[in-house]
């Protein structure tokens, strides 16, 4: 028996196999001659959204066109104008060009479809996962108690962390709501200064109110443990109850790291529950001369690690991990006969989806067991090493250069700086904006200290000194033509 | 200049793009070959989850291993003990069969990488994913001021949907807090008997308590309008104050419809914000014969709708769509001068993630995108309609059976059921269980009116009235073996 066309009758009279592997071996010739030649274009567009919006504006189509006609369009009008990660000018956000044999293993995962929710809807699928979430468990340096499940990125991850903190603090609040479980309404997140949103966000979604978020000072960009410590101990003589502290390992702006054993200390004195939203810099534990920057990861309680960062994968590659694994069980409840069943003879369940936000949730994990099997961990730590040294090299022909001025020695890949002598208030957003619009490169932009800042991440190993070179003298030209 | 080889140092010299090529290649083969013989397989594993864990337990790798090694043990090990949705014996959970050029679409994702946070990190994919939503949106019968975004599935839909609709009710809450919102206590969110147990964890995620969720009488396995009716009463007398209603369109255990449009004639009357978790039946909307099951969907304040279940798209691929598009922008605040960057003349901004739960989101967009482009929206239509075509088949076939009893006509494509006599009080679980380790079909069981009861739901177009009658031989089979 074959397959008949159902899902496939507009290709004409192929099978699904068949337009698979027709349009499989076309594309995959297409994406290895971007991936060759991606260095040739701009790193990114020059249009403005409302323009490239008028390309797709169009009514729903009711019927289909040829195939071939479809992806020209795509490689025409999509991938032309997108932003291109695996250039070594982008020096942008903290978003990596993926490995190519974890492109393919997502390519697979779509095939198979696997359903991370129910053990019995991804039979290896699950376990592959449980066998990564082991991996970054034990590099954490976590207990065999803890437990922990790959998400879609670190927003969800501090979530997770931060729901099982509240229900560990605040017993009862997932069935009682916060304002009838005693003292919810007093609770307080402390977080970073320099923390993501997402973090600051939980507090929003969960009830608790973004009010309920106190920002811990900072000493050089980095959360003050001693700062920390009196806020804990005001807070509680004003009778809040501090539920969580959340310290960042690699801040999204800077990439610096809280001293997280430090902090670490502050909250066992003062019994608080420790957030590490280590969405970029968890993936330092497995470099041997980076591990030092992640001191302490393994004292916390809960930690946000984003693989789709620091380990090369495509998104959504995130995870989330708890040291006593019953404090995320705690996280969610459901019933849900339909979908939950106990295995007798099982000695737990298998079923993720009891410790997860998602419920459909699709088999990431994949790529990053084909990954670590393939490349091995000691490779992703030297991918990540290379970044940082071409970090360090960055700043360094910063602060040799009359007309730039590093804000920070850089401890990770993300550095920023400045373009001197600045003509004007917002100089440093114009150099940016036109710069990248240039296509010559692709850098960001924050504000710091109140004052704008530019800012790169050196998420591309193909990044070299070369590269630095041309970023800087980019950017001259470009501040040239300044007034 | 040509990439040299750090992102593939473990595959000899080759480049990153020549790695793409010529493992690219062989795996689309595979696939290729995974799908033209995909019904030669038994249909699930009947190995247990320990036994296929032990595949796979062993330290973190620090070392890789040849590419062609790894990829042999994923098909080996990984592929073989899949569960395998393409399989036409296959009439389990609703996860789809996905359509090829969907798989292939989400390959060329992944290698871009596209980040939907913002705009400028997706240039075309942010507004591709806008011209995807705004069809959902028309489809919906929304007018102009919706707006929607895709997300990782329906729990983060129904999320998203109640979110706002906390907002809107209690405003105020997300930024002080529901213990000191006014009226925030005494919220109540009101849901079908047989909701999705994503909907009830919005309450206990969002601080209002589980206990806070009423379930309102069914009749014939739909919400009964005129007992919702009674229930908003009743709660309003009590001083508590009703801030949402969750109708279901295509209920998990049944796939029956609430009556959308007498529930929003209550929901208006009493001036309660209505959300329907659409996440299986919003694409009933896109068939003629089928759209009448949601009539009323128009008037909602929110939809969840999942693209990745009857619209054929892998995992993940989830839609939430709200009326009033300023609520979807007041459901989630944030500051983050490093991502949101206001461009000067745009008339809005297009970071999509001021609107999204999720920071970092892949560019699911774009399979949907090729999807309705090549296919068009009523090769879509015709797949929905065969799978319940098939579903109203099968419902005539247990009708008929003196051995079988189904439990309700069939609205879509699913269907409850039992298989007679039944021996015991836990025959249909045991008849299930066995039926699907014997690797001939695979399908669900659940929980209706306290009774066990089989399940299944048909996803995959190739499955025909030959299958249902393999599936009924192969129970009474299996059952006669059961005491």
Known sequence: MTMSTYLDTNSGALTAAETLREHGHRLIDQMADYLATVDERPVSTAHAPGELARRFAAPL??????????????WENVVRDAIHFAHPMYMGHQVAPPLPHAVLA???????????????????G???????????VSAAGFPATAEGTLVSGGSVANLTGLLAAREARFPGSWTDGV???????????????????????TAGLMGLGSEAVVSVPDRGGKMDPAALHDALRTLKREGRIPFAVSATAGSTATGLFDPLDEVADVCAAEGV????????????????????????????????WDPHKMLWMPMSTGAVLVRDGRHLNAAFRQKAPYLFHARPGEDRSWDAGRMTLQCSRRFDALKLWVSLQHYGADHFAGLLETTVRTTQSLHARLAAAPDFEPEHAPESNILCFRHLPARGD??????????????????????????????????NPHTTNEHLDLLLDGLREVGRGIT
């Open 426 to 459: 917002d100089f440093q957003a114009e150099l940016r904006r036109r710069y990248n619009e240039s296509g010559a490169g692709w850098i960001t932009t924050t504000v710091l200290d109140d004052r704008s800042v530019l800012r790169v991440t050196l998420m």
């Open 106 to 124: 997502d390519a697979l995962a779509s095939l198979l479809n696997q359903s991370l929710a129910v053990w019995e809807m991804s039979p290896t």
């Open 126 to 136: 699950t376990v592959v996962e449980a066998q990564v979430t082991r991996w970054l």
């Open 273 to 304: 529950w420790m957030h590490v939203d280590g969405a970029h810099g968890a993936s330092f534990l497995l470099s041997d001369p980076h591990r030092h920057l992640v001191r302490g990861i393994e004292r916390a309680d809960s930690i946000a």
């Open 61 to 74: 189509p009711r019927e289909g066109r040829p195939a071939d006609e479809v992806w020209d369009d795509v």
């Open 179 to 201: 304002a009838r479980t005693p003292d919810a309404e007093r609770a307080v997140l402390l977080v970073s200064g320099h923390s993501h949103y997402s973090v600051e966000r």
